[in-house]
T-cell receptor
Framework: DGGITQSPKYLFRKEGQNVTLSCEQN?????MYWYRQDPGQGLRLIYY???????QKGDIAEGYSVSREKKESFPLTVTSAQKNPTAFYLC??????????????????FGNGTRLTVT | KNQVEQSPQSLIILEGKNCTLQ??????????LRWYKQDTGRGPVSLTI?????NTKSNGRYTATLDADTKQSSLHITASQLSDSASYIC??????????FGAGTRLTVKP
């Protein structure tokens, strides 16, 4: 079955440590996204990538870094510079095909998230 | 500023009853509006998409409406089931692909 796999499901880290969240997709999607979800707020975009070896900052990129060396993989590193890293992190992908507008109409496919707790 | 507001924040209904969730937006220029269902501890899953020219779309017991003039959408759930307990998220996209997420409505269906 095609889908997006995020690992691990739960992650615990001490303050001051960097941590990397994994996101792998076998949907052959071009675009991948990282979102952060906090209680009572809408999802906020951290980084996105439309193509291999290219990525763009989202609304809350400070304290985070990403890489896109392969189409299937888009790992997110939460660095010690992120002031409030405890959150639920969601990775998503979307097919970019045909016209730009038709790709905008494609749904996001989400992984099941990683809950990061930093103490 | 492009924003998406959802109401109510939470809702409790009895199994078998109907309910309606609301989404108001200021996103412009409008491209499309999607409703997603998010089960606890899982990623959201798309239920339906509305484009500018559409004002009603159904997906089983879910019916979404869109009024592009008043910038409002609703998601109506008919004959609710326990499995409908989830958060429902409204996502509005602008023409340049600026997706904005509502905070969601947390629905609890009780037996």
């Amino acid at each position: 079955d095609g889908g997006i796999t995020q690992s691990p499901k739960y992650l615990f880290r001490k303050e001051g440590q960097n941590v990397t969240l994994s996101c792998e997709q076998n949907l052959n999607h071009d675009a991948m996204y990282w979102y952060r979800q906090d209680p009572g707020q809408g999802l906020r975009l951290i980084y996105y990538s439309q193509i291999v070896n290219d990525f763009q900052k989202g609304d809350i990129a400070e304290g985070y870094s990403v890489s896109r060396e392969k189409k299937e993989s888009f790992p997110l590193t939460v660095t010690s510079a992120q002031k409030n890293p405890t959150a639920f992190y969601l990775c998503a992908s979307r097919q970019a095909h045909g016209t730009i507008q038709s790709s905008y109409n494609s749904p996001l496919h989400f992984g099941n998230g990683t809950r990061l707790t930093v103490t | 500023k492009n924003q998406v507001e959802q109401s109510p924040q939470s809702l409790i209904i009895l199994e078998g009853k109907n309910c309606t969730l609301q989404c108001n937006y200021t996103v412009s220029p409008f491209s499309n509006l999607r409703w997603y269902k998010q089960d606890t501890g899982r990623g959201p899953v798309s239920l339906t998409i509305m484009t500018f020219s559409e004002n009603t779309k159904s997906n089983g017991r879910y019916t979404a409406t869109l009024d592009a003039d008043t910038k409002q959408s609703s998601l109506h759930i008919t004959a609710s089931q326990l499995s409908d307990s989830a958060s429902y998220i409204c996502v509005v996209s602008a023409m340049y692909d600026d997706m904005r997420f509502g905070a969601g409505t947390r629905l609890t269906v009780k037996p």
